[in-house]
């Protein structure tokens, strides 16, 4: 257990290293689990003990964006300013980006037919 | 000063009744999400921000006295988005099989998302702040946040967004999907992963298992894609 938590956070700090020391763009987390991906591609697998605690921090993973949710407290005003552009963006960006993604997986997953009418 | 008011002073000092709170406040959202029926309108976290936004603001507590007990939660974000690194690996396979529309499929939802939020946002006059903060809203919120916070978005605002789009996914995607006569699970999986991260995710694992599945690859995909597509797109736009 104590194994697999310091796995996971060594490839996250390895992550804001990479992401601080080179300036890159990507947030330091997502550079580590792309680090933890090449170190399970390295060893063969996650074994059972990084499994475990992975699929513990994943199937629990929308209590933890309770704390940063509640600071929505703080923005009480921004949002009441703003909120006929919020509800419009969040509506059809979130419909569009469904229809957008679905057709385009379903045009390309079908076999290609050369003479098809 | 009562004996109740000095024992209210000193826990609402302290870290422990926050953390507490934070945890009880979820377990109740998740329970009136199980008591509705999955209703994705009854989000487990939806429910938990309300309740403690309500006790905060009547006890006139600070979000910064807060957030010094939920910050123990609050750090998890990161390790969390570290482990999606194994069910990436675990999925390896279904991933090569389908990596072709998988990968064109994301690359246009991910485009499609980040700028049709921001277009829109700006097409109805949105404050550049908000802009920053709606720009990663289909991705899951630790990804989101760190997204936001590097635009120069509010990370809270994000997380609050992130949220909505969820829920929007999980209510109305699978009606567009069906509108659209998309019927097979691996391309409804895609589209709810993509457009609403994990609550979609949740969504598309009532449809089918398979859809599920492909909607965790999406999300996971979708992170890594948008994380890398809104800088980009920032210092073009």
């Known amino acids: ?117 | 000063m009562t004996e109740l008011e000095r024992l209210w002073v000193y826990l609402a000092a302290s870290p422990l009744l926050w953390l507490t709170a934070t945890l009880l406040a979820y377990l109740a959202g998740a329970w009136a999400f199980e008591k509705s029926g999955r209703l994705a309108l009854v989000n487990p976290v939806a429910v938990a921000m309300a309740l403690l936004i309500g006790v905060l603001v009547a006890t006139g507590t600070p979000y910064r006295t807060y957030f010094e007990g939920a910050q123990f939660v609050h750090f998890l974000l990161g390790p969390a988005t570290v482990a999606l690194a194994v069910p990436l690996w675990r999925y390896r396979s279904q991933l090569r099989k389908a990596a072709l529309p998988l990968a064109a499929a994301l690359l246009a939802g991910a485009a499609t998302s980040i700028l049709s939020a921001v277009g829109i946002a700006l097409a109805l006059g949105a404050d550049p702040v908000t802009v920053a903060s709606l720009a990663p809203k289909s991705v899951t919120s630790p990804i989101a946040m760190g997204i936001a916070e590097q635009i120069g978005g509010i990370p809270s605002l994000t997380a609050a967004l992130v949220i909505c789009t969820g829920i929007l996914g999980a209510v109305l995607g699978p009606t567009v999907l069906r509108l659209l006569r998309i019927t097979d699970p691996q391309a409804q999986g895609t589209a709810l992963g993509t457009a609403s991260h994990g609550i979609g995710t949740a969504a598309a694992f009532q449809i089918d298992k398979l859809a599920g599945t492909f909607a965790g690859i999406a999300m996971a995909l979708n992170g890594f894609l948008t994380a890398l597509l809104v800088p980009v797109f920032v210092r073009l736009l």
């Open chain 1, 1 to 117: 257990m104590v194994h697999a938590i310091a796995t996971i956070l060594l490839a996250q700090l390895a992550g804001e290293l990479a992401a601080r020391g080179l300036g890159l763009p990507l947030p330091g987390p997502v550079l580590g689990a792309l680090f933890l991906v090449g170190l399970l591609a390295w060893r063969g697998g996650p074994g059972e003990s990084l499994e475990r605690a992975a699929d513990g921090l994943l199937s629990n993973l929308s209590l933890l964006f309770v704390p940063a949710g509640v600071g929505v407290m703080l923005h009480a005003g921004l949002i009441g300013r703003e909120w006929l552009a919020i509800a419009g963006a969040l509506l059809f960006s979130t419909v569009l980006t469904v229809a957008v993604t679905g057709l385009v997986f379903r045009l390309l997953s079908r076999p290609p037919r050369g003479d098809a009418p």
